[in-house]
């Protein structure tokens, strides 16, 4: 598993079909703006979701998570969960958020803060990645 920590209002990219951007927090829970193609189909909690379709074609998905949660993207599996989950003492960490990422190969993962693309990042699995800001 590939792991990140992810500032709110970052998206992190799998491959060229697969977007995940942190939408805000509210406590606990996390809005999360999924993006896919529409050969990835997304899964939470075993269900199927039924996607917004946009206009160019992709599929999009628009929902809050609470805790450490997962949900699958097509052959992904992606684990959201809060820093103070892992270390109480990252209370004051209300801006980021670790995103584990794991895939069936290699993983090519983008990152986009502020408008700006951070280089590609490819692992073979598993790996762990350090801080993204």
């Avoid at 075993?46 to 379709?53: H, T």
């Amino acid at each position: 598993m590939l792991v990140m920590t992810c500032r709110i209002g970052g998206s992190l990219r799998i491959g060229e079909d697969i977007r995940i951007a942190l939408q805000g927090r509210i406590g606990p829970r996390v809005a999360v703006d999924l993006r896919v193609a529409p050969r990835n189909p997304v899964f939470l909690e075993g269900a199927c979701l039924q996607p917004a379709v946009l206009p160019c074609g992709s599929h999009a998905h628009l929902f809050s998570l609470a805790g450490m949660r997962r949900f699958r993207v097509g052959e992904f599996e992606v684990g959201i969960w809060l820093p103070v989950a892992e270390a109480p003492e990252a209370e004051c960490c209300d801006d980021f958020i670790h995103i584990g990422v794991t895939g069936p190969g290699p993983l090519r993962l983008g990152y986009q803060q502020d408008g700006a693309d951070l280089p590609w990042v490819y692992c073979l699995p598993p790996a762990i990645a350090g801080m993204v800001h």
